[in-house]
T-cell receptor, first 114, second 109 residues
Framework: EAQVTQNPRYLITVTGKKLTVTCSQN?????MSWYRQDPGLGLRQIYY???????DKGDVPEGYKVSRKEKRNFPLILESPSPNQTSLYFC?????????????FGPGTRLTVT | GQNIDQPTEMTATEGAIVQINCTYQ??????LFWYQQHAGEAPTFLSY????GLEEKGRFSSFLSRSKGYSYLLLKELQMKDSASYLC??????????FGAGTTVTVRA
């Protein structure tokens, strides 16, 4: 089954404790992206990647890191989480091409930083 | 970021038609996505418009005017399951995506 998976789905952590949220897709998609969603603010893009070893900042990259060492994986790293990073995070992937822009979203990761 | 404006809420009755407007200001514009998101779930893709004009997909249609920075999503023959948030998202030429805050559509019996 074609899908985007994220782990963990729920996480409660403390300020300053490094964490990684994994994202994996099995559709051989070039494009992968991370978003956070907060009430009243909608979805905001954190980072995106157009292929292996190619990453770019979205609208809200501060406090986050990503890597794209393999095509299928795009982990989101919070080196020193802070309470303002409490949010719902979505990973998404898609093909790149004239008629292949449909993005598939993962189920989301709800992160709470205390 | 990009200035994206869409109404916060809309209410309609079952069987009716709803038009959700979206205006945007984007440099290096490539196309515009519409997504549907039910509460507590991930967004699901509805459409991606690159060229001007109307694209129809069953009960849902999407329109784009590149020169006016304007798009709309048309929902016909509304059903209760269409109650959701609808997200407008312009995409730049370097594949950077920005989402509007979303329009919550409530369908009443």
């Amino acid at each position: 089954e074609a899908q985007v998976t994220q782990n963990p789905r729920y996480l409660i952590t403390v300020t300053g404790k490094k964490l990684t949220v994994t994202c994996s897709q099995n559709m051989n998609h070039e494009y992968m992206s991370w978003y956070r969603q907060d009430p009243g603010l909608g979805l905001r893009q954190i980072y995106y990647s157009m292929n292996v070893e190619v990453t770019d900042k979205g609208d809200v990259p501060e406090g986050y890191k990503v890597s794209r060492k393999e095509k299928r994986n795009f982990p989101l790293i919070l080196e020193s989480p802070s309470p303002n990073q409490t949010s719902l995070y979505f990973c998404a992937s898609s093909l790149l091409g004239q008629n292949s822009y449909e993005q598939y979203f993962g189920p989301g990761t709800r992160l709470t930083v205390t | 970021g990009q200035n994206i404006d869409q109404p916060t809420e809309m209410t309609a009755t079952e069987g009716a038609i709803v038009q959700i407007n979206c205006t945007y200001q984007t440099s290096g514009f490539n196309g515009l996505f519409w997504y549907q998101q039910h509460a507590g779930e991930a967004p699901t893709f509805l459409s991606y418009n690159v060229l001007d004009g109307l694209e129809e997909k069953g009960r849902f249609s999407s329109f784009l005017s590149r020169s006016k920075g304007y798009s709309y999503l048309l929902l016909k023959e509304l059903q209760m399951k269409d109650s959701a948030s609808y997200l407008c998202a312009p995409c730049s030429n370097d594949y950077k995506l920005s989402f509007g805050a979303g329009t919550t559509v409530t369908v009443r019996a």
